[in-house]
């Protein structure tokens, strides 16, 4: 679907996700992340760019586990993530846009929950080619696990913690041979909607990952 088809409908309240490919299965247990070895920090931090055209070949379950552990997984016994997070809150979710539906990365149980049964990679941004991209991953804050923080506050610190996590993704795919962009132009309403979030949960931001191109 081009850019400005999706404008007009997301002008209109009527950009919806595509019917699933294949099946949405409930849960997806997920390989343990490999936590060891990869690239030297300074070499990934030297090959750190934005993609914007990927092919179509799905992440293996294998490598999709560890990109969503270096993003915001466990790397503490008391429960400390991958990602900063004020006062502990651990507010940011990541919803998982796959072809077969849309999940929410359970970093504890290192599992997918399926929330949606359809693609709802075309309703991640404007861009023509999310349509097409075998990942799309969407950051969502739910504030109400900031009780602690002022209101004032709480949307500034969750777009802190979301660009930490969205930076670990960075690092991850240019470590990995893949390719990503973050995203920022995007229809919160048709996201929320398609989620089924809630009043206290507010989307922030995509981000886009797979392999290049060709």
């Known amino acids: 679907m081009s850019t400005l088809t999706k404008l007009a409908l997301g002008a209109m309240g009527r950009l919806r996700p595509r019917p699933a490919q294949g099946d949405a299965t409930p849960k997806i247990a997920l390989p343990a992340p490999d936590k060891a070895g990869g690239m030297p920090l300074m070499e990934a931090i030297s090959k750190r760019r934005s993609e914007r055209e990927f092919a179509r070949t799905e992440l293996p379950l294998a490598m999709l586990s560890s990109l969503l552990w270096a993003a915001n997984g466990i790397n503490r016994p008391d ?62 804050a739910d504030h109400s696990r900031m009780r602690l923080v002022p209101v004032a506050s709480r949307e500034s610190f969750a777009s802190a913690a979301a660009g930490a996590i969205s930076q670990n993704v960075y690092l991850f795919a240019a470590g990995n041979g893949l390719s990503t962009v ?24 995509s981000q886009t990952v797979g392999f290049p191109k060709g």
């Open 182 to 205: 973050i995203r920022a132009w995007i229809d919160r309403d048709a996201i929320a909607n398609a989620l089924g979030l809630g009043h206290d949960q507010q989307v922030l931001l």
């Open 79 to 140: 429960g400390g993530r991958t990602a900063p997070s004020a006062m502990h809150a651990q507010e940011i979710d990541i919803y998982v846009a796959l072809p077969s539906g849309a999940y929410l990365y359970d970093a504890g149980a290192n599992a997918l929950q399926l929330v949606a049964g359809t693609d709802l990679r075309r309703v991640t941004g404007y861009q023509d080619f999310v349509d097409e991209a075998p990942l799309d991953l969407v950051y969502v």
